[in-house]
């Protein structure tokens, strides 16, 4: 018997095209054994995030590592680093003795993690200075990989890359730890905005700016354009998410 810690939520909404591809991820995880464990590691982790937000495995429903080790095709060892992860990034609560609890995705919580970037970053570039054209190149060069990347995952890698590229020379290394954690933390909301072409370009086009005012040498405009950058995805994910209450509190029959 499953163990919820609330009312169970049921699908959201039809299979996407990352949805069908999370599913083959999850089938195909056998032939993926060879790998070296942290790439598995990642592997799982990325698999079990997109379950939880397409509701594969619901709000508040107690993680089974017997059930969804076989479900994966992977031994418990690293699937339990997997979960490990997951719970330091905020997608599962951890009850000791007991196990792991898938956690909801909030608006009240996005409203509160979302708003961190867009002071953390700007401030971060601001003691970073101006980069060196070797890093404008390695920026340039990552933004290209992410406009022809095709899976939410690894256009998020990518997008966390550039940022962690673009304040690599700030002194501050607390806060760029920060920015790290809160990273992790808003990667389960930013699945569902990766997930649309048009998003994807919408970002990588902020990046182009960004680039264009430091190629100006203009320190405090590629600030601000930083600034705007982390602050275009809130309306889509928002709208997201409020669909999705929407959504589970019918599927609970509330009024």
């Not at 792991?100 to 401030?123: A, C, G, K, M, N």
């Not at 890093?135 to 290209?144: E, T």
């Not at 290394?173 to 905005?193: G, M, P, V």
């Not at 990046?207 to 889509?236: E, Q, S, V, W």
């Amino acid at each position: 018997m499953v163990w919820k810690k609330g009312a169970p939520i049921g699908l959201l909404q039809a299979p996407s095209c990352a949805e069908r591809l999370a599913l083959h991820t999850v089938y195909s995880m056998q032939d993926t054994l060879k790998l070296e464990r942290g790439n598995l590691s990642d592997l799982i982790v990325d698999t079990v995030r997109n379950m939880i937000v397409d509701g594969r495995l619901p709000a508040g429903e107690r993680i089974s590592e017997v059930q969804l080790s076989k479900q994966l095709g992977v031994s418990r060892t690293p699937l339990r680093e997997a979960l490990a992860r997951l719970s330091n990034e905020g997608a599962l609560d951890a009850i000791p003795r007991i196990g792991y609890f898938v956690r909801p995705l909030t608006v009240s919580e996005f409203d509160q993690i979302y708003s961190i970037r867009p002071i953390l970053d700007p401030e971060a570039l601001r003691l970073a200075g101006l980069p060196s054209p070797e890093r404008m190149k390695r920026l340039q060069d990552i933004n290209a990989r992410m406009e022809k990347a095709r899976t939410a995952d690894a256009i998020i890698d990518l997008d966390d890359e550039w940022h962690l590229e673009l304040v690599a020379d700030c002194p501050n290394k607390a806060l760029i730890d920060l920015i790290k954690q809160f990273a992790r933390r808003t990667r389960r909301y930013e699945i569902a905005l990766m997930r649309e072409r048009k998003n994807v370009l919408t970002s990588t086009g902020n990046h182009k700016a960004i680039m264009a005012a430091l190629r100006r040498r203009d320190l405090k405009g590629a600030c601000a354009a930083l600034r705007f950058n982390c602050t275009t995805g809130y309306a889509p994910i928002r709208e997201w998410l409020v669909e999705r209450e929407t959504i589970n509190t019918r599927s609970k029959g509330k009024p």
